[in-house]
């Protein structure tokens, strides 16, 4: 595979399995609930099997009439059949568009008036929800991978043989994304071979010491970095344990049964698996590297983690990026260095692929240890925003890239997050600093938000493990030479307004308490 890779410079999706079964055999894949799109087969399958499946449902969606370029959305329930449709979508060069099943309708149906046309692949739930939007004027065909009403069941095309797989040029667009939409409606990103490939490569040499380790993974299947961690694991033949269901009481025999060596997840979710580290059968005992994306980690969360293995050297992998660049920094954090760590720290660009830098107002340089804003230059970049090229332009400057985060970067070069542009609190220099702080003082909490309220004061919004209430005293000494905050607001952890990635919609948070929806 690596040198196919290096002989065209594109990451294509299509075949990630076929050649992974070709060339590392049968090695198994545990699922945590059957597929959608074939049932039958279980929760115990393997690379060949996976393979098989995606080359099935390729030459099903060709019998429907999919054809090379065209744009099909994959929008259902939650599960590891997303993954195997984009393959499938992409092995006959059509241009899948990974859709979230936590979109609210109206979002989902702003989304697709964006596209020009697509294919839906959907499910009779995901359909109903849809039943306000009206799909005829916005899709070409909806196709089904159960009965659902007013779509076509995939299941009806037999794909006698599977087309032969298409292969389209590294520049074109080979998969599109959302961002987050934590401050609004989400964006599409549109990436091409090429691109992916510039973060892949990275990606796999960091890879390398844990080549062949199981892997365990709870992310979402439709955002681009599981695809990319897909493509690494596959590379070295790691076993695989996907997961869709993060409640511990489940993923903890699970675990304990496979004893994984890398295990990946959101941050929200690291933190509900701390429980884990204590668990019957132990099962992070084996794990040597952990990996953390999407946002950041509190550092409580990474010294349970990384004391809950039995390893000799076990270490925490953290990317800062976002969708629209791939990691533009990474650090790792072991054992002795977690005990110190700065859970601001994020690390440095990612040698030969990326470079970072901190600004001003007016885009000139600050000096280390000032706060701007942080841009990133990477070959990793997206191509644009399907059908928003304007924003995605108002966001570059010379190649440079507007994060939308603040921060700074320390004498040498390490990179340091305060906050999203769009989050800054003026009585607050970093409300992520408040939290990690809050979050090592008080074991029981389970998440905490600052957020701004009606007259830009700092509301913390927290939530606590269970329903116990928050205890008042607790609070108070917690919160000792913190910057004065208003009374804190205690949500359960369900209530809170989250992204695919379990990211907390601050924004919307403080909409709900400025409007008085939820005291």
Not at 215 to 226: E, G, K, P, Q, Y
Not at 245 to 265: F, K, N, Q, S
Request: hydrophobic letters at 40%; proline letters at 8%; a positive charge.
């Amino acid at each position: 595979m690596r040198q196919h890779l290096l002989a065209d410079r594109g990451f294509y999706l299509g075949p990630v399995f076929r050649r992974a079964a070709d060339r590392h055999g049968p090695v198994f894949v545990t699922l945590d609930r059957p597929l959608d799109v074939a049932p039958s087969l279980g929760a115990d399958l393997s690379y060949t099997v996976l393979a098989e499946v995606v080359e099935e449902v390729s030459g099903r969606l060709w019998e429907a009439g999919v054809r090379p370029s065209e744009q099909v959305v994959v929008h259902k329930a939650d599960n590891v059949d997303i993954m195997l449709l984009t393959c499938a979508v992409s092995r006959i060069g059509a241009v899948p568009v990974l859709l979230s099943p936590t979109l609210a309708p109206e979002v989902a149906g702003q989304l697709l008036a964006r596209l020009r046309q697509p294919w839906l692949v959907t499910d009779a739930a995901t359909l109903d929800g849809l039943k306000g939007i009206a799909l005829s004027g916005l899709v070409r065909r909806t196709l089904s991978v159960d009965d659902a009403p007013r779509a076509e069941p995939l299941a009806k095309y037999t794909g006698a043989e599977p087309p032969p797989p298409v292969r389209l040029h590294p520049r074109e667009p080979a998969l599109i994304t959302h961002s987050s939409g934590t401050t609004g409606v989400p964006k599409l990103a549109v990436h091409c071979a090429r691109t992916m490939w510039n973060r892949l490569v990275p990606q796999q040499a960091m890879g390398r010491p844990t080549r062949g380790e199981t892997a365990a993974l709870h992310m979402s299947f439709v955002h681009s970095r599981f695809y990319h961690l897909l493509g690494v694991l596959l590379h070295f033949g790691s076993p695989l344990v996907l997961i869709t269901d993060p409640d511990p009481a489940a993923v903890g025999p699970l675990l304990a049964r496979h004893r994984p060596g890398i295990v990946e997840t959101h941050p929200n979710t690291f933190v509900l698996w701390e429980e884990l580290a204590d668990a019957p059968g132990a099962p992070l005992s084996r794990v040597r590297s952990y990996g953390s994306t999407f946002d950041a980690i509190h550092p409580r969360t990474v010294r349970r983690l990384l004391d809950a293995s039995r390893r000799r050297t076990p270490w925490l992998i953290q990317l800062y990026g976002q969708s629209e660049t791939g990691p533009v920094a990474f650090q790792v954090v072991t054992r002795r260095s977690a005990a110190r760590a700065d859970g601001r720290r994020v690390g440095y660009g990612i040698p030969g692929f990326t470079r970072v830098r901190v600004t001003d107002a007016e885009g000139a340089r600050v000096p280390p240890g000032t706060p701007g804003r942080i841009e990133a230059r990477t070959r990793g970049r997206i191509l644009t925003y399907l059908g928003l090229p304007d924003r995605y332009d108002r966001q570059l400057t010379d190649g440079w890239w507007e994060m939308g985060d603040m921060g700074y970067r320390d004498r040498l070069g390490a990179l340091y997050l305060i906050d999203r542009e769009v989050d800054r609190i003026d009585a607050v220099h970093s409300n992520l600093e408040v939290e990690d702080t809050l979050m090592s003082r008080l074991e029981e909490l389970r998440e905490v938000v600052i957020v701004p309220g009606a007259d830009r004061e700092p509301v913390p919004v927290v939530c606590v493990r269970g329903e116990r209430p928050l205890d008042p005293e607790r609070w108070r000494r917690a919160t000792a030479g913190l910057p004065a905050m208003a009374e804190p607001r205690q949500w359960r952890f369900e209530e809170l307004p989250m992204t695919a990635t379990w990211k907390v919609k601050r924004v919307e948070i403080a909409r709900m308490l400025t409007e008085g929806v939820r005291a």
